[in-house]
């Protein structure tokens, strides 16, 4: 299953560079304000080291890499939310990923203009967020006026959602984030269902230019600190520019190597992304097929099955799981089996990151 991200940011923040970096999808990148008009939606193959290791036992399949989707919305200038500039109308786009990306302008330059004069980490961060509970405030307000009414009648179900949105709005109204809460696992599906924008977790990228990390960036890492939030560097046009000059891997790698860059942003962004949403990646080498596959950790063995194919939940029988290290140790499943080194695992087996499993279904 795809990981769904969504960037948003101020005007000329670099959303739309940092989206090309990402998914070398090509979305216009102008100096001025909203020039992103239509959502930009692409998808990315995840750069995944392990994945290339295990395909090299088996290289007559075919390698299938997870993918992130990510949604590209135009900048968010303070008023947003009751109108001004072009993100409201945006907002509903982002409502259904996953985690948000918060790209920070950590650069200046004369030439690309900046909304409120000159990059203030705090105060550029600080107008989105305010854009992003204004918008939390209209919908729950809204959903609280349609409960409302069924809970006058007596409707049970309806006073305990009317009761857990005046939670939720409460603290919006005090400023805070609706993910600073915490919630039981009753309130789960009802949060999902709502799905508000600051329920949702947040990993702050740092936009710089070619000269890489500087005091706006790590503002911003301080910052993220101070929040509980992820953060990362990016060097977003110098990436964007590579990944469009050099669409070969391998190639762009090098070139990366020379700016002073170990991995590409996606790598980075994919593995602090990932440890923010607490998902882990297990991998099947079943048929044509050598795959990597992304669930939450602490998922059980029959559920990891259901991401291929749901009929593994309800029919699971064991599966058959290998350690990466120890199959590429010995070089073959086969090796591994007669080594002993396969371990079969029930129903309550929870999957590992980096585990090899084959799923028996009756």
Known sequence: MSRSFGLVGLPNAGKSTIFNALTLAGAKVEAYPFCTIEP????????DERLDRL????????????????????????????????????????????????????FSDPDIAHPMGEPDVRRDVAVVEGELLAKDKETLGRRRERSAKAARTGDKSA?????????????????????????????????????????????????????????????????????????????????????????????????????????SALVRL??????????????????????????PAGTR??????????????RFVLAEVMHLPDLLATGSERALREAGKIHRAGRDYIVQDGDVIHFISA
């Open 55 to 106: 395909h090299h036992l088996f290289p007559n399949k075919k390698k299938v890499p997870t993918t992130i989707e990510v949604v590209d919305i135009a900048g968010l200038v303070e008023g947003a939310s009751q109108g001004e500039g072009l993100g409201n109308q945006f907002l509903a786009e982002i409502r259904g990923v996953e985690a948000i990306l918060h790209v920070v302008r950590c």
């Open 159 to 263: 006073q305990e959602e009317v009761a857990f949105l005046d939670r939720l709005l409460a603290t919006v109204k005090e400023g805070k984030p609706i993910r600073a809460l915490q919630f039981s696992s009753h309130d789960q599906p009802l949060l999902r269902e709502l799905a508000p924008l600051t329920a949702k977790p947040v990993l702050f990228v740092a936009n710089v230019g070619d000269d890489g990390e500087n005091d706006l960036a790590r503002a911003l890492a301080a910052l993220a600190q101070e929040n509980g939030a992820g953060w990362i560097v990016i060097r977003g046009r110098l990436e964007a520019e590579l990944g469009e000059a050099c669409p070969d891997e391998r190639e762009r790698q090098a070139f990366l190597r020379e700016y002073g860059l170990a991995e």
């Open 270 to 295: 994919v593995a602090e992304a990932y440890r923010l949403l607490s998902v882990i990646t297990f991998y099947t080498v079943e048929g044509p097929e050598v795959r990597a596959w992304t669930v």
């Open 301 to 314: 063995a029959p559920d990891a099955g259901a991401a291929i194919h749901t009929d593994f939940r309800d």
């Open 40 to 47: 930009h939606h692409g998808v990315a193959a995840v750069p």
